[in-house]
């Protein structure tokens, strides 16, 4: 089994910005939405699948468990596509992801799920 995790690395002036309670899961959102990682962390897990489109952080999924840690939900569709299958297929499918916030290295931690290989 394998779990893949991703880290983007956050600017100070971002870490500030998440010092708010009540702003920090908003906050955390933008970052997450405005970053290529949640595209790079399902790519990773769904490889070889067909083509990777519309990820996207599912709205009001991020909830903290802890100060620093968490889960979030993550939408995403997969196109199979073969001229010699006569295949054209797009399913849609959502993915939980942890999260951990390290405000001393500056970076967001993601891992996916398992994948039973």
Do not use: W
Request: net charge negative; hydrophobic share 35%.
């Amino acid at each position: 089994m394998t779990r893949y995790t991703e880290k983007l690395k956050i600017t100070a002036e971002e870490i500030g910005q998440m010092t708010d309670s009540e702003q920090k899961p908003k906050q955390l959102e933008h970052i997450l939405s405005e970053s290529k990682i949640l595209y790079t962390i399902i790519l990773n897990y769904e490889y070889g699948k067909g083509n990777l489109q519309n990820v996207k952080l599912l709205k009001d999924s991020l909830v903290f468990k802890s100060e620093n840690s968490g889960v979030l939900s993550v939408s995403y569709d997969i196109n199979e596509f073969s001229v010699c299958a006569a295949i054209d297929f797009t399913g849609a499918y959502r993915m939980s992801l942890d999260f951990e916030l390290d405000i001393s290295k500056g970076e967001i931690s993601l891992t996916g799920e398992e994948r039973y290989d």
